[in-house]
Nanobody, 124 residues
Framework: QVQLVESGGGLVQAGGSLRLSCAAS????????MAWFRRAPGKEREFVAA????????YYADSVKGRLTISRDNAKNTMYLQMNSLKPEDTAAYYC?????????????????WGQGTQVTVSS
């Protein structure tokens, strides 16, 4: 059983930056494909980014390409999401997920473990 805990969310002005972390425990972190999803108020949960087990290959939603960067440190059992040039439309609860399918699916239900989420609010 894998436990995932997100942190790093907060309130930031448009154009600002945040770095989210997802700490994993209870499993072999390097054996999982990892991903970030987000859910904005009144909207469905959507795929943001994913990363391969080694960290060498990354995947992004078109809406975040060039602004958000996913990475992982397998020695620290932690995944990150560096968020730059934030926009009000990035406001959402951000969730990390762990799974075994590769290439990484973009559907939430395809992952095996999920965190509780961290809130990101971008003011205009």
């Amino acid at each position: 059983q894998v436990q995932l805990v997100e942190s790093g969310g907060g309130l930031v002005q448009a154009g600002g930056s945040l770095r989210l972390s997802c700490a994993a425990s209870g499993g072999t972190f390097s054996s999982y494909v990892m991903a970030w999803f987000r859910r904005a108020p009144g909207k469905e949960r959507e795929f943001v980014a994913a990363i391969s087990r080694s960290g060498r290959t990354t995947y992004y939603a078109d809406s975040v390409k060039g602004r958000l960067t996913i990475s992982r440190d397998n020695a620290k059992n932690t995944m990150y999401l560096q968020m730059n040039s934030l926009k009000p439309e990035d406001t959402a609860a951000y969730y990390c997920a762990a799974g075994t399918y590769y290439p990484p699916p973009q559907t939430w239900g395809s992952y095996d473990y999920w965190g509780q989420g961290t809130q990101v609010t971008v003011s205009s």
